[in-house]
């Protein structure tokens, strides 16, 4: 986990599905061809993004710029071919920016999408539902697992 003087966020399941159907929303003014997630963070949000929208084709761009709890060196891992055009292409979050400019770079007509943007990048997504303060650490959902809390008072 990241320096412990930071702001921790606990995103909940409800919480990011209800965010992504938020994004849907902004979405259906226009018919998409399909969706391109951006795996891993992208490949939830992308699946519900494409039942919201009724989206069959979907593909996945795999770059690799974390490991494990800190961003590290940019990986691409697979590509998609043509330029996006008509394409939703989608992440869970904008961060500092790295991924987002590769995926950009390789998809620059796809529709650059994220649930959450934090500041420094956030310019860089066409949409997204909610923003996080840069300093903030954000715990996905498939990143954690429920435990048992003890009352406060016992």
């Not at 998409?32 to 519900?48: C, D, F, Q, Y």
């Not at 939703?88 to 987002?100: C, E, I, K, P, S």
């Not at 990048?121 to 990143?143: G, K």
């Amino acid at each position: 986990m990241p320096d412990t003087n930071i702001p921790v966020y606990y995103l909940s399941w409800d919480e990011l599905h209800r965010d992504t159907r938020n994004l849907a929303r902004k979405l259906t003014d226009r018919s998409w061809k399909g969706i391109i997630s951006i795996a891993r963070g992208g490949l939830v949000p992308g699946a519900i993004l494409a039942r919201e929208l009724n989206l069959r084709v979907v593909d996945t761009l795999c770059i690799a710029s974390y490991d494990h709890d800190q961003q590290g060196k940019i990986n691409i891992l697979k590509t998609v071919e043509g330029d996006g055009d008509g394409y939703l292409l989608v992440d869970d979050l904008v961060d500092t920016g790295g991924t987002a400019k590769i995926a950009k770079e390789l998809l620059p007509k796809a529709c650059f999408v994220t649930i959450y943007a934090k500041p420094q990048a956030m310019a860089l997504t066409e949409h997204y539902v909610r923003e996080f303060s840069q300093d903030t650490w954000i715990h996905f959902p498939w990143d954690s697992e429920p435990s048992y809390s003890e009352p406060l008072v016992k």
